[in-house]
């Protein structure tokens, strides 16, 4: 898990970075870019609820885990949202034209 952290943490930073600077960016307030957050938001939202159902399948039928090891889990999950939600809007943003 320290692998996975060591790999998650640097680009969920850089992730937030990049969205906090589009959203509170002049882009970010056209409606070109209200669009194009609110379709990061439709991309990084189900992250969350689908990893959820199957860390908790995998925990009643398949094999019992442990506390720290769902905790775990459960940030990697988080990382990923703001991940996922910051390479969209890294990947689309040349899209929106600022508004001068």
Same mark, same amino acid.
Request: net charge positive.
């Given at each position: 898990?320290?692998?996975?952290?060591?790999?998650?943490?640097?680009?969920?930073?850089?992730? !937030?970075?990049?969205? !906090?600077?589009? %959203?509170?960016?002049?882009?970010? &307030?056209? @409606? @070109?870019?209200?669009?194009?957050?609110? *379709?990061?938001? +439709?991309?990084?939202?189900?992250?969350?609820?689908?990893?959820?159902?199957?860390? @908790?399948?995998?925990? &009643?039928?398949?094999?019992?885990?442990?506390?720290?090891?769902? *905790? %775990?889990?459960?940030?990697?999950? +988080?990382?990923?949202?703001?991940?996922?939600?910051?390479?969209?809007?890294?990947?689309?943003?040349?899209?929106?034209?600022? +508004?001068?």
């Amino acid at each position: 898990m320290l692998v996975i952290g060591l790999l998650l943490v640097p680009l969920f930073l850089f992730s !937030l970075y990049i969205s !906090l600077k589009f %959203t509170w960016g002049k882009a970010g &307030k056209s @409606e @070109e870019g209200k669009a194009l957050l609110h *379709r990061s938001y +439709v991309w990084s939202a189900p992250i969350f609820p689908i990893g959820w159902l199957l860390l @908790e399948s995998y925990h &009643k039928y398949i094999q019992v885990l442990h506390f720290e090891t769902y *905790r %775990t889990t459960i940030w990697i999950l +988080v990382l990923l949202i703001f991940i996922i939600q910051g390479a969209f809007i890294f990947r689309n943003k040349k899209s929106v034209s600022p +508004v001068i």
